[in-house]
């Protein structure tokens, strides 16, 4: 039986074929195949932890997260904040990440084509102390980050200034030419 170009094929009920017809092993079609058995159960994702587990007073660390303004791209990305492996995304700026008493492990990376800027440092916590730590990413996406607890200088930033003076030299070349 033939049916009309653009018209569903229909069992001679109305309804769509059945699946019937197919041989056993064989799926049906639009479907994978697993040879090795049946088609591998899917669980949900285990449930995510928003943070590091806190107990009792702690301290406060004061993560301030910056770029050079030379970089303005930046400014549409932001840091990921990993404190002992739970990360989230964070924003330029102050960040104060309250944490029990100890030694924790700050990394933090930028945002942009991937992971820009890895940096980590090890931080030691007391209760009520207040730890500033400061993050700076770099100019070009193959340097690392700089982290510490002064301000910090901006990786690459020779870079950047090579790039301009040769910027300025061609400019000044074409019109000495």
């Known amino acids: 039986m033939t049916y009309p170009p653009g018209n569903p094929q229909q069992n001679r009920y109305g309804g769509p074929?059945?699946?019937d017809h197919l041989a056993p092993g064989y799926p049906a079609p639009g479907r994978p195949t697993y040879p090795q058995?049946?088609?591998p159960q899917s669980y949900p994702p285990p449930p995510q932890r928003s943070?590091?587990?806190v107990s009792g007073p702690g301290?406060?660390?004061q993560l301030d997260c910056s770029y050079n303004k030379l970089?303005?791209?930046l400014a549409f990305t932001g840091?990921?904040?990993r404190v002992d492996g739970y990360g989230q995304d964070g924003t330029w700026g102050r960040t104060a990440i309250a944490l029990p008493p100890g030694t924790h492990?700050?990394?933090v990376h930028t945002r942009y084509l991937g992971q820009m800027g890895p940096a980590h440092m090890l931080v030691n916590v007391y209760p009520g102390q207040q730890i500033p730590v400061f993050y700076r990413a770099p100019t070009a996406i193959f340097f690392k980050g700089a982290m510490g607890h002064?301000?910090?200088p901006t990786p690459g930033m020779w870079l950047t200034w090579v790039m301009f003076a040769i910027a300025v030299l061609v400019v000044a070349t074409a019109f000495l030419f």
Do not use: A, D
Request: aromatic residues 8%; hydrophobic residues 20%; glycine residues 16%.
């Open 51 to 53: 943070g590091p587990p």
């Open 37 to 39: 058995g049946p088609p």
């Open 17 to 19: 074929p059945s699946r």
């Open 105 to 107: 492990s700050i990394e």
């Open 79 to 81: 840091p990921h904040i």
């Open 71 to 73: 970089g303005f791209f």
């Open 59 to 61: 301290g406060t660390i």
């Open 150 to 152: 002064q301000p910090q």
